[in-house]
């Protein structure tokens, strides 16, 4: 089946440093695609976080960072603030589905 | 600066059809793929195709097909895409967004379109 799984929910304190995890399969991350990860704030429209599994876009703080190994991929945010109290998804193409697949996103909470 | 510009928000029955537009402006409209992507209240994002405003070709999620269709007007740098039998659990806010290539990072979204389905 062609999923990316996410854990539902992760927090930290202020300051920590916290990591989601992105995990997929042969058809999708295993498969070579890069991953991507956008970041939701309520009620606003996903952002362009993470493109090409490690790279940033112009204006994204260095304390958001990627990685992908195998059938897997992580987000990291070091340095935790208020503002980063968001919903997060990881994304990547299929080629079972020909078509884009999300992983079902992380709510971050900053205690 | 690159904009997407959706529609407002419907109000639909169930069984009928629904179209939600998104004007593009502050690129070469013809250069980049749109995708459309929808979030039902408190779920996760969900892919349901794309169209390439050149060539006009589209690919529909399977979920989507045969109740999809996504145009576009390449005049008025529009992109278009029309639900039919509306279901109850259609009701989502729907996203047109920018991509440089089908399997690519989304680099700019619009910012949503709101369908209810309610009887």
């Known amino acids: 089946q062609s999923v990316l799984t996410q854990p539902p929910s992760v927090s930290g304190a202020p300051g920590q440093r916290v990591t989601i995890s992105c995990t997929g399969s042969?058809?999708?991350?295993?498969?070579?695609?890069?991953v991507h990860w956008y970041q939701q704030l309520p009620g606003t429209a996903p952002k362009l976080l993470i493109y090409g599994n490690t790279k940033r876009p112009s204006g994204v703080p260095d304390r958001f960072s990627g990685s992908k190994s195998g059938t897997s991929a992580s987000l990291a945010i070091t340095g935790l603030q208020a503002e980063d109290e968001a919903d997060y998804y990881c994304?990547?193409?299929?080629?079972?589905?020909?078509?884009?697949?999300f992983g079902g996103g992380t709510k971050l909470t900053v205690l | 600066q690159v904009q997407l510009v959706q529609s407002g928000a419907e109000v639909r029955k169930p069984g009928a059809s629904v179209m939600v537009s998104c004007k593009a402006s502050g690129y070469t409209f013809t250069d980049y793929y749109i995708q459309w992507v929808r979030q039902a209240p408190g779920q996760g994002l969900e892919w349901m195709g794309w169209s390439h405003p050149n060539s006009g070709g589209t690919t529909y999620a399977q979920k989507f097909q045969g109740r999809v269709t996504m145009t576009r007007d390449t005049s008025v740098t529009t992109a278009y895409m029309e639900l039919s039998s509306l279901r109850s659990d259609d009701t989502a806010v729907y996203y047109c967004?920018?991509?440089?290539?089908?399997?690519?990072?989304?680099?700019?979204w619009g910012q949503g379109t709101l369908v209810t389905v309610s009887s």
């Open positions: 967004a920018r991509a440089d290539y089908y399997g690519s990072e989304i680099d700019y």
């Open positions: 042969s058809s999708n991350i295993g498969a070579g695609y890069d």
């Open positions: 994304q990547s193409y299929d080629s079972s589905l020909t078509g884009l697949l």
